[in-house]
């Protein structure tokens, strides 16, 4: 059975995720354990990396370095192991070289670019941007496989990653001008939607990461 390593550091929906990765697992016949940590052992050891984020860039880089050796264990396990990774909102906006929310943030520059407030060019497309929006310019790439073009998913956030390489940007979504909704590269992948709390679709898409063999 596969260990798949749920970051716990103080930010992000981790209830609500657990759930899902383990609903998505038993309905889609992925034998799977999720563990819920922040022991930089076992983070380096998992065959797979989930890192969730709910809030500010900065707060959330915060927090990641305050576990110590949790951020060298990520990258031990998914860049020199080559754990499949999925970062989910601000879990995927960490993957990028630097946030400017609040200032500029270093992040884990897995993704070359930066993470900036989403300014949509329609007035009425508030920000932040909440609610059910559809992914549109699917890539087609695995962890997307089975998602169909304008499937709906659920958003909230006032800021986007934007990476330096288009070929990194695997979706987009449509709120007053397109902007990134996933990204990949090599075994990483991340969504600024949340698939924890965007239902039967959601669902199909952990499932996916879970079964992914990048």
Request: charged share 20%; glycine share 10%.
């Amino acid at each position: 059975m596969q260990s798949v390593a749920l970051i716990d550091y103080g930010s992000g929906n981790l209830r609500s995720a657990e759930k899902a990765l383990v609903k998505a697992a038993q309905d889609h016949g992925v034998a799977a354990q999720i563990i819920v940590t922040c022991d930089p052992d076992a983070v380096a050891r998992a065959d797979r990396v989930v890192l969730p984020g709910v809030g500010a860039f900065a707060h959330c880089r915060e927090q990641l370095l305050a576990r110590p050796g949790l951020v060298e264990a990520m990258s031990e396990a998914v860049r020199s192991h080559g754990a499949p990774f999925l970062g989910i909102c601000v879990g995927m906006q960490l993957m990028a070289t630097r946030g400017l929310e609040f200032g500029a943030t270093p992040g884990l520059d897995w993704i070359p670019g930066e993470v900036r407030r989403i300014a949509p060019a329609d007035p009425h497309c508030k920000v932040p941007h909440m609610g059910w929006n559809g992914l549109v310019g699917l890539s087609g790439q695995a962890v997307l496989a089975g998602v169909a073009e304008d499937t709906p998913m659920y958003f909230t956030h006032s800021f986007a990653i934007f990476p330096e390489r288009d070929a990194d940007v695997i979706a987009w979504v449509d709120h007053g001008g397109r902007f990134p909704a996933a990204v990949a590269r090599g075994n990483m992948a991340g969504v600024q939607f949340h698939p924890e709390k965007s239902q039967a679709a959601g669902l199909s898409l952990l499932a996916r990461f879970l079964e992914w063999r990048p």
